[in-house]
């Protein structure tokens, strides 16, 4: 009798088991559909695109569970995880550094300054010398910032000073809103390279989230886009829900009604977010010259925004990047939300991301030439 329970018991467990492993074969299906399904239409799949790293790991548990216990059951995981293994390579980079030739090539940043800590005067804060010394330490030739904030009466000087500790021949700056009571944040594009052209890019819908520049470099002329799409606005209060660690959690608040909460907050922000996406892709389609995008995309690699703004171009971090491709600042291990991606005519090399802490983001940079 007690043989007939235990085997009883085991068999309960074994269905559990599977059962577990299908919704997790069935959420890894419903994260790679985040790559292709436009989230203004089914944000679902957007919502398991932004745990993918999660879900591959609970697979991989599943594949060495089945495995130990010989059972055949780990092919479901398995053919998955392989179906989209190449997905994979967006967040993590095992070796894949190349060096560009210094005389032929020219070096990018783009760094999210997070509001340069929202403490603008004349006498420049401690926090913003530091981030103003390491982007001319960086001594970039195209240098493309999100969030430069500025306040009070100069609120343009420190891009002007920023312009000349650079050495840059030029510099180019959008607020996200129109500038009121002498405040201003946005984008930013310093270079010493000749610039020829440059402009806005907006929606109806949302505010000014990116901005371009055509260059010259050895006689061909480029384009650069500087782009910050929709943010998520999640508080601290989110982020430590987020994160499991309920510091600044409200605890007569429900955990389902926090979470409906955040979800409402991602759903607004995809939808923005695909509106962007779609008026920078009609932008590039209509530019006559080889483009580079770099930028704060506010998304993970498995995404529909990142996958229609890689299209048909090359991503630095996987070209020429290696180990893990975080750039938020977080506990969140596999966050990458900045890019630099690039036309194939051009050849990128020594891709870095900085672990410099004072901003949320960490800066990413590279070098790059003409084929």
Known sequence: MRKKTGKAKRSFLKWIMMLINIVAILALILAYLANYINPA????????????????????????????????YFLGSLLIIVAGWGFMSRFYQFDSS?????????????????????????????????????????????TCLQEFFSFGKNYYYPLVFLKEQLGAENY???????????????????????????????????????????????????????????SLYLSRQDYDLVTGEHIRVDKNRSFLSYSLHIMSKLRKAYRKRSMQVEVVREHIENCSYPVIICG???????????????????????????????????????????????????????FQKEQFEISDHFPVSCKLSFR
């Open 98 to 142: 190349k060096a560009a030739t210094d005389d032929i090539s020219f070096k990018l940043l783009s760094f999210n300054v997070h509001n340069l800590t929202e403490n603008n005067s004349k006498k420049l804060s401690d926090q913003k010398n530091k981030i103003f010394q390491y982007v001319q330490d960086q001594k970039a030739d195209i």
């Open 296 to 350: 704060d995309f506010n998304d993970t690699p498995l995404s529909y925004a990142y996958h229609q703004l890689s299209k048909n171009l090359k991503d630095a971090f996987i070209e020429s990047g290696s180990g893990a491709g975080k750039t938020f600042r977080s506990k969140l291990p596999f966050f990458r939300i900045d890019y630099i991606l690039h036309d194939p005519d051009f050849q990128s090399g020594n």
């Open 41 to 72: 239409l089914w944000s679902l799949p957007a919502l398991f695109g932004l745990a993918y790293p999660y879900i591959l790991i609970l697979n991989l548990i599943f594949v060495l569970f089945w495995i130990i216990f010989r059972k055949y």
């Open 172 to 230: 180019y700056f959008q607020s996200y809103f129109k500038p009121s009571r002498s405040k201003i944040v946005g984008m930013a594009i310093f270079s010493k390279l000749p610039r020829v052209d440059r402009g806005i890019l907006c929606h109806d819908s949302t505010r000014k989230f990116g901005i371009w520049a055509n260059f010259i470099f050895r006689e061909d002329t480029f384009r650069v886009y500087n782009i910050h799409l929709e």
